[in-house]
């Protein structure tokens, strides 16, 4: 066996470095994360290397603890293990030996060979090194004891984050039963503080604190789907860290069904972010030559939250899949008729809808089968005859006369007991006993695993595809999953279900590759990076509050760019908290996503729509600089006061809301900065002046001039005076550099686009 020993890779893009050290033949230990430390020769790598051994503390092992990427018991770590397992009760504890490496396809020795380190570097520091920029490194590596083969991938992104994941491969003759696989980052004890997410049905990902302590902070979601409380994010940083300021590092575990972040101090003071599958128990049994690939672990630094943010918006911006085209503005019917179908009423919605700019109408639930409420119907995927004797085709070709795009909601892998298909198969309902499981929303699981059940679920939203020029889905899932038993055997199926949803997504995307689909999970659930690899957007929340939206939107946005979150304007009375607002304040706060309206437009008078038309407007003119830009966050003292805004690449405009949660303390807030300006530059400030605006004697001298022009510098330190609001108001400002705008004036000049 090949033993790969003494050997170093620094990877630097995007403002971070990521420096992993082989050293006596173990896994590879991640020697620096954070910030970039520019070029560093053999030499030095291995003086970072070493400098970061710590001395053996009384009471521990004798030598120092190695922390790779799988921490190992085996190594004298006493922490949570990256790898938990055994053969009924024998070989539980591996150590593995790396056997080979490969960067981007080559093989490491080969690469060090050809020249990237000299072997005057390598003799002095005892070790080969390999420096390059993103890249992705493989190892390659196995334990004779406990027979387990291992491939570790490692990768920094061109945006900064890294990403890694492991495959297990039983090399035995005997079963292998997984109990939990965690990839590990380490971050250093400055980092003291945590901020993750709660939250619950309609008030997704309220962000929370706490001070680190010995031991472990550990979120489990058992939902068996991302769930409303999902933690979604686990950082660690600096005491008192905020949007601009405090370096942070972060955790994803990019998987939509049972996950794992966690954050572990030990009594040494080493501290380390994992992530990884939850698995319930023999839900991983590897037979001889069966392996065991594991969800993607992202790590994302920063210097404080919005620059960490800004790097997974990169990450995902440029994949291959992500959405190019403008993001087209959508009304669904939910909350205008819920299961009331009726055609001429949804063809008055579809023209008003197309008369205020809408580009895309949705269809939710309630089109088929007996689905005349929440009761009934759920699994039969065929157009009810009772509400539409002709089919969906006189609606579709309405919404396409009209030059929208027709999407159809769907809820896929649920089922109503009062449904023809439970009826038919109740074998293909998930269950861990006889029965099945207590019921949620009226629905049961239907057990995608099983091939019958999956074809059938497959070859109906297939048929429907085929049949109606459909350009969206929205793909619903509504309640947990309890008791979820796959198979004849019942044995938990919660892995295998979401690798089935998984499979299904990407088949008809495969099918239909110009087809969106929307991820969507009694709101907010499913806000998570392994649905959005294969989705188009999320919904974010149920709740279209504007108040509640407020938060909801600026903590989704920790991880997910605007372009992918589904943003609503709905009823001035909100249907989910009966608070009533102005037709601004919800505009405003929906305008940082994608936008969509999510109102009975019948109700509304000609002001009304009026008006929505021009807020429709002015999203479609700033879609490109609030789909594309770079997002900043105001940290403020008063948590009555909120900014947020999206700033252009090139720095030439910018876009910020300003809003008032609730009455302040004080009677002023005082300037407020206007963050991410390019510092020397003049730019223009201007308010838009749309629908409801602050009263007279509220607004600032400069408010009303419409002449302010400041630097980047001065808006971004000193800041402006801002409208003294009312509670649960907001107002809009344009940012424009002063060169841009004379710039843009001549032939052919650049309209100042991000």
């Known amino acids: 066996m090949t033993v790969v020993s003494d050997f170093g890779l620094l990877l630097r893009s995007g ?12 896994l590879p230990t991640v020697v620096h994360w954070g910030p970039d430390l520019g070029d560093l020769d053999a030499v030095g790598f291995g003086a970072l290397a070493d400098a970061g051994i710590a001395s053996v503390a009384a009471s521990e092992v004798d030598e120092p603890v190695q922390l790779s990427l799988l921490p190992e018991h085996s ?128 008030r997704e990902r309220a962000a929370q604190r ?64 994992g992530g990884g599958e939850l698995l319930l128990p023999g839900e991983i049994v590897l037979e001889p030559g069966d392996r065991y690939t594991s969800p993607w672990v992202y790590g994302v630094h920063g210097n404080g939250l919005d620059e960490a943010a800004r790097r997974v918006h990169r990450l995902l911006r440029a994949r291959r899949q992500h959405p190019r085209s403008p993001r087209p503005v959508t009304l669904n019917t939910w909350e205008a008729v819920y299961f009331d179908h009726d055609f001429d009423v949804l063809a008055e919605l579809a023209e008003l809808a197309a008369s205020v700019g809408v580009e895309r109408f949705v269809l939710d639930d309630g089109w088929f089968g007996g689905r005349r409420n929440d009761r009934a119907g759920l699994g039969d995927w065929t157009v009810s005859s009772e509400v539409w004797p002709d089919g969906l085709h006189p609606l579709v070709d309405r919404v396409r006369g009209l030059g929208m795009q027709f999407g159809l909601w769907v809820e896929p892998e649920m089922v109503n007991p009062d449904s023809e298909l439970a009826r038919s198969h ?41 049949e109606y020029d459909i350009s969206y889905l929205k793909w619903d899932h509504n309640r947990d999953l309890v008791d979820a038993g796959s198979g004849p055997g019942r044995r938990p199926g919660v892995h295998r279900q979401t690798a089935a949803f998984y499979r299904l997504v990407d088949e008809l995307k495969a099918r239909y590759p110009h087809l969106e ?102 999203h479609r003119r700033h879609r490109e600089l609030l789909h594309d830009g770079d997002l900043v966050r105001l940290d403020h003292p008063d948590t009555s006061l909120a900014l947020e805004g999206v700033v252009a690449h090139d720095r030439s405009r910018a876009l910020y809301a300003y809003s008032s949660r609730a009455r302040s303390p004080l009677a002023g807030a005082g300037r407020i900065r206007l963050p991410g300006l390019a510092p020397h530059r003049d730019y223009r400030v201007e308010p838009v002046r749309l629908g409801e605006q602050p009263d007279a004697g509220d607004r600032p001298a400069w408010w009303d001039s419409g002449r302010l022009v400041l630097t980047g510098a001065a808006l971004g330190s000193a800041g402006v005076a801002m409208p003294a609001l009312h509670p649960e108001q907001a107002v809009l400002l344009e940012v424009t550099a002063v060169d841009a705008e004379v710039f843009a004036d001549l032939p052919g000049g650049d309209q100042g686009t991000s």
């Open 15 to 26: 403002g971070v470095a990521l420096a992993l050290d082989v050293r006596g033949g173990g």
């Open 75 to 202: 190594r004298g770590w006493l922490g949570q293990p990256g790898i938990s397992g055994s053969r009924d009760g024998s070989a539980w504890s591996p150590r593995f030996t790396t056997t080979g490496a490969r960067l981007d396809g080559r093989r490491l020795d080969v690469l060090a060979d050809t020249g990237i380190a000299s072997p005057a570097e390598a003799r002095a520091s005892g070790r080969t090194l390999v420096s390059c920029g993103a890249g992705r490194v493989v190892f390659e590596a196995s334990d004779r004891v406990t027979g387990l083969g291992l491939e570790l991938t490692v990768e920094l992104t061109e945006s900064g984050v890294v990403r890694c994941r492991a495959v297990l491969e039983n090399l035995e003759p005997m079963p292998y039963r997984l109990d939990e696989l965690l990839l590990c980052l380490p971050v250093p004890p400055f980092a003291a503080e945590t901020l993750d997410f709660a939250g619950r049905w309609g």
């Open 210 to 273: 706490q001070q680190v302590g010995v031991g472990l902070h550990r979120r489990e979601g058992r939902h068996g789907r991302t769930g409303l409380d999902a933690a979604t994010l686990l950082f660690a940083g600096e005491p008192g860290f905020g949007f601009a300021s405090g370096e942070v590092w972060g955790v994803h575990t990019a998987w939509s069904g049972n996950h794992v972040h966690q954050l572990e101090r030990d009594l040494g003071g080493r501290q380390l972010l």
């Open 426 to 466: 109740p074998e293909w309902i998930m269950s861990a006993r006889d029965g099945w499981p207590v019921e949620s929303r009226h629905q049961q699981v239907l057990d995608l695993a099983h091939p019958g059940c999956y074809a059938h679920i497959r070859d109906a939203l297939v048929a429907l595809l085929d």
């Open 517 to 618: 689909i929307e991820s969507c999970s009694s709101g907010g659930g499913r806000v998570d990076l392994g649905a959005l690899e294969r989705t188009d957007r999320v919904w974010i929340s149920d709740n279209n509050d504007p108040l509640d939206r407020g938060d909801i939107n600026r903590w989704t946005t920790q991880l997910v760019p605007p372009e992918l979150m589904g943003t609503h304007i709905a009823s001035a009375r909100s249907h989910t908290t009966g608070r009533t607002h102005s037709l601004s304040y919800r505009a405003i706060t929906a305008l940082f996503g994608h936008l969509g309206i999510e109102t009975d437009l019948r109700r509304a008078d000609d002001a009304e729509l009026a008006e929505l038309a021009d807020w429709v407007a002015l």
